[in-house]
């Protein structure tokens, strides 16, 4: 019988504020306030606790935090390796033959793959033994190009079991992308795909693989045979997945790793066109993964989750692989599109297989809004217990469309705000406690503080809107560097100084119990889709265009997407503005970055508004493209760009 776990507070003035109910406290992980007084009385001999009661550690740290502004490091001198604590661990239990994965294929009349905790523990030793034959060492860097298909954790898994490094690269993203991100990190080897398949088409991978190896260190190249393409291999560099398993040992050591070094790179994109790569290291991203998908999304032994971001994004690594395996859960992946064959493929996918934790981005919310109800209504979907967000800040009728239309009004919203930088979520209401608010992401995580700031550094009251920032002790799983570029990493630290992390994202201090809520990105970084992207890698892309002198891009707000970009373009004097041009430059985007990056609109225009420096003031083409006043344009060196930008906008303001 269906029965309500939430219910809404009356006596507030928000009818939308809802609590967990008694009974839906009764089964939670935290639901009292006891734990959160704790977490602050001393967060760091809370984290300590956490930490040994979490992970099976092969030595104890000396020291749990060290803080040398603006460098910080958790369980110093501690030794554990992360596969270890994924597998090893679990398979001396009874969940040895519990699923681990259960992996959907896209095209509907191929078979779902489950790998029990043994199968997987088996998998990533023979591979970790494969990439020590390919002479990958501790502390080398591996590439991973991979589509959502098990291989892809499995790789992951044995990267962290022999202490290699690696840097998984979205599948989407092109293979000039891939190659500037290899080359960055010094890759000794790539693991990839033959192709996978996408709304029922074979995409080939390959291609775009072999790309990104050119002008790289990459040695050699495992092929994963997803689809079956015929794809070209290079004699001594590219080896099949299969082949050299066949071969391979059962068994490898787990590499004891030094709590403080790094276990993996994510790059990432930032305010410049070269994007970042993101440095997580061992012990504390293992802590946070580990405690924060066991309280924020309450799971439990019979839980399945689903956590649909793709591995090439912070939320797949952290809640599509770590978190999930290092708690013992049971996680299920899927290969393709939401709406293939039809637009209720995820609700058909909850349905079959009994989700019971679902964790997905505004955008795909949106998306579905759009599609209709009649979509989840088709299935039965009563198995969920509770729903998350994550990527942007979401608005207040998706969020009740997901509560009333997924969640049947009876699964708490968890609205997790977190970055690639922060490795795990930060900031949300924890199931068992609640509120759940929409727009409202919620607290701190405990042993975690955030503050809210004015322009000058002062903290702002209950009701007041600034900038977010992070102060110490910082979360354990908080980045430790930019890879090879430590003045970028300092960079985090400058805005308000060395005590301050500064997110770059704006909020307002909801209440005078610490919830907060989330209004978005305050530098040039765009999250299209839930995508991260910067616009200066976008302006990069489309000038090296040969027609192209001159380009800006600005986020415009959009009902589905968040934001997407419009890219404002001079082009040489030769050249004639044509449709057929835009479709040119949108090509070239997709071979540059990827077609997540594509602009929504492309606007040719003489000349760009420019301050008398010649810098492009990108303000007015903000307001331009929200249709807000674009105000003072005297001191502009060219004031008449305006009007006729105003015209090819189709401004309205
Ligand atoms: C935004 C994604 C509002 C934010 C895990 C942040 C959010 C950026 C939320 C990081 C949320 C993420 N509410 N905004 N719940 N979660 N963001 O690195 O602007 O891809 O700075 O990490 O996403 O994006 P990233």
Same mark, same amino acid.
Request: charged letters at 25%; hydrophobic letters at 30%.
């Given at each position: 019988m269906f029965k309500p776990v939430m219910w809404v507070?009356?006596?507030?003035?928000?009818?939308?504020m809802f609590w967990p109910s008694d009974e839906f406290k009764k089964k939670a992980w935290v639901k009292d306030e006891s734990l959160y007084t704790e977490a602050t009385k001393d967060p760091a001999a809370f984290w300590a606790k956490l930490a040994r009661e979490g992970l099976e550690w092969f030595k104890e740290w000396d020291e749990t935090y060290q803080w040398k502004p603006p460098y910080y490091k958790w369980f110093l001198n501690a030794k554990l390796n992360v596969s270890f604590n994924a597998l090893d661990r679990h398979i001396k239990?009874?969940?040895?033959?519990?699923?681990?994965i259960i992996w959907v294929p896209e095209p509907p009349n191929e078979k779902e793959r489950v790998l029990t905790y043994f199968d997987l523990y088996r998998e990533v030793n023979r591979f970790a033994s494969v990439l020590k034959s390919l002479g990958v060492k501790k502390g080398d860097r591996v590439g991973i190009y991979l589509p959502m298909i098990p291989e892809v954790q499995i790789a992951m898994l044995a990267c962290t079991r022999i202490g290699a490094i690696h840097s998984v690269v979205f599948s989407a993203f092109s293979g000039k992308s891939l190659q500037e991100r290899m080359v960055d990190a010094e890759a000794k080897v790539l693991v990839t795909s033959d192709g996978y398949y996408r709304r029922g088409k074979q995409i080939n991978l390959k291609v775009e693989a072999d790309k990104g190896v050119e002008?790289?260190?990459?040695e050699k190249v495992v092929v994963v045979k997803r689809v079956g393409l015929n794809v070209n291999m290079v004699e001594g560099r590219d080896y099949w997945w299969h082949e050299l398993l066949e071969?391979?040992?059962?068994y490898c050591e787990p590499e004891p790793r030094d709590?403080?070094?790094?276990i993996f790179i994510l790059y990432t994109s930032g305010t410049t066109g070269k994007p970042k790569g993101v440095e997580h290291h061992t012990g504390g991203y293992a802590v946070q993964a580990y405690w924060t998908t066991k309280w924020d999304f309450d799971l439990h032994d019979e839980d399945v989750f689903?956590?649909?971001?793709?591995?090439?994004w912070i939320t797949g690594h952290t809640y599509g692989c770590y978190g999930p395996l290092l708690v013992g859960a049971t996680m299920l992946e899927y290969e393709g599109?939401?709406?293939?064959?039809?637009?209720d493929r995820w609700w058909s996918i909850v349905e079959t297989y009994g989700v019971t934790v679902f964790y997905t981005a505004p955008t795909a919310i949106r998306m579905f809004m759009q599609w209709g109800e009649n979509w989840p209504s088709?299935?039965? *979907?009563?198995? &969920?217990r509770i729903l998350g967000t994550v990527g942007e800040p979401i608005n207040e009728e998706a969020w009740l469309w997901y509560f009333n239309?997924?969640?049947?009004?009876r699964c708490p919203v968890i609205d997790t705000w977190w970055q690639t930088e922060t490795g795990g979520t930060l900031i949300n209401s924890l199931p068992g406690i609640g509120p759940f608010i929409p727009t409202v992401a919620g607290?701190?995580?405990?042993g975690t503080s955030h503050d809210i700031l004015d322009e000058t550094g002062k903290p702002v009251p209950p009701g007041e809107g600034g900038y977010l920032v992070q102060t110490s002790p910082?979360?354990?799983?908080? *980045?430790?560097? &930019?890879w090879k570029n430590p003045e970028r990493y300092k960079e985090y630290f400058r805005v308000y100084g060395e005590e301050y992390y500064y997110t770059s994202d704006g909020a307002r201090?909801?209440?005078?119990?610490g919830n907060i809520r989330l209004t978005g990105r305050?530098?040039?970084v765009m999250k299209v889709a839930g995508h991260r992207l910067s616009t200066a890698e976008l302006e990069n892309a489309i000038t090296s265009?040969?027609?192209?002198v001159e380009c800006a891009v600005v986020a415009s707000p959009h009902d589905i997407k968040g934001e997407v970009p419009i890219a404002f373009v001079t082009l040489k004097k030769e050249t004639e503005p044509s449709d057929q041009l835009k479709k040119e430059l949108i090509k070239h985007v997709d071979a540059t970055?990827?077609?997540?990056?594509?602009?929504?609109r492309i606007i040719f225009s003489n000349e760009l508004p420019k301050t008398r420096?010649?810098?492009?003031m990108r303000r007015i083409l903000k307001s331009l493209v929200r249709n807000q006043p674009v105000g003072?344009?005297?001191?502009?060196?060219?004031?008449e760009s305006v009007q006729q930008l105003k015209e090819e906008v189709g401004f309205k303001g």
């Open positions: 507070r009356k006596d507030t003035q928000n009818d939308n239990t009874w969940r040895r033959n519990k699923a681990a002008g790289t260190s990459i071969n391979a040992d059962n709590s403080e070094d790094p689903w956590c649909t971001a793709d591995i090439g599109a939401p709406n293939h064959p039809q637009q088709k299935h039965n *979907l009563d198995s &969920i239309k997924i969640g049947g009004g607290r701190s995580f405990p910082f979360a354990p799983g908080m *980045l430790r560097n &930019i201090r909801w209440d005078e119990f305050v530098d040039d265009h040969e027609a192209v970055i990827g077609p997540t990056a594509r602009p929504d420096s010649g810098k492009i003072d344009t005297t001191t502009l060196m060219n004031p």
